[in-house]
């Protein structure tokens, strides 16, 4: 019950466009859901964040979409740079409590 | 304000030994996680500490241990490496107040093991 899925395992996308990951959960006990992007040879960085109390969350050219009935939450990228290519994870975790991560999305953004 | 650091960046050990990796946390911050991110894999949680005690414990064996100090730096500590160990070994801070969740990763330390 403490898998988060993650899907699809790598994605290219044309600078302009829109890349969609998404992930799935099966714990209703989660309620903190945090992206998380990763460049090579660093730490993850907090991206974008949501509770279950919102469908969605928007920062910048970042979207998270959340369907609390499905189990279900996804990233949209708006207008994708470059600069955006990156391993992306998504993640689920409780109030003050460990986070369990997806397995990744390895983002390649062509110019 | 500082963020969260981790000492050393990279480790080369041999079967059998012992391994200490250090984190300080953020700035204001009392709570540190450690995570194990294999490579090509996401980071896999392998525990935490809140005002020095453990507060929660993934899938690890107990050669896996840790401290928190009064100024909420950590550490993490692994006996008996095996091959396997080799990863990316990750420190998170957050500030455990109320309803606060968000955790922030430091660089890591990469461990080999040979």
């Known amino acids: 019950q403490q898998q988060v899925k993650q899907s699809p395992q790598s994605l290219i996308v044309q600078k302009g466009g829109i890349s969609i990951i998404n992930c799935a959960y099966e714990?209703?006990?989660?309620?903190?859901f945090p992206w998380y992007q990763q460049f090579p040879g660093k730490g993850p960085a907090l991206l974008i964040a949501?509770?279950?109390?919102?469908s969605e969350k928007k920062e910048g050219r970042f979207t998270i979409s959340f369907n609390k009935s499905a189990k279900q939450f996804s990233l949209h990228i708006m207008d994708s740079q470059p600069g955006d290519s990156a391993t992306y994870f998504c993640a689920a975790g409780t109030l003050g409590s460990r986070l369990t991560f997806g397995e990744g999305t390895q983002l390649t953004v062509n110019p | 304000e500082t963020g969260v650091t981790q000492s050393p960046t990279h480790l080369i050990k041999t079967r059998g030994q012992q391994v200490t990796l250090r984190c300080s946390s953020q700035?204001?911050?009392?709570?540190v996680s450690w995570y194990q991110q294999a490579l090509g894999q996401g980071p896999q949680f392998i525990f935490q500490?809140?005002?020095?005690?453990?507060?929660g414990r993934g899938n690890f064996p107990p050669r896996f241990s840790g401290l928190q100090f009064p100024n909420y730096s950590s550490e993490l500590n692994v006996n008996a490496l095996e091959l396997d160990d080799s990863a990316l070994y990750l420190c998170a801070s957050s500030p455990r107040q109320g309803t606060i969740y968000e955790q922030y990763f430091g660089p890591g330390t990469r461990l080999t093991v040979t």
């Open positions: 714990n209703t006990a989660f309620d903190y």
């Open positions: 500490y809140y005002r020095e005690e453990e507060n």
């Open positions: 949501i509770r279950p109390d919102v």
């Open positions: 700035s204001g911050h009392n709570t």
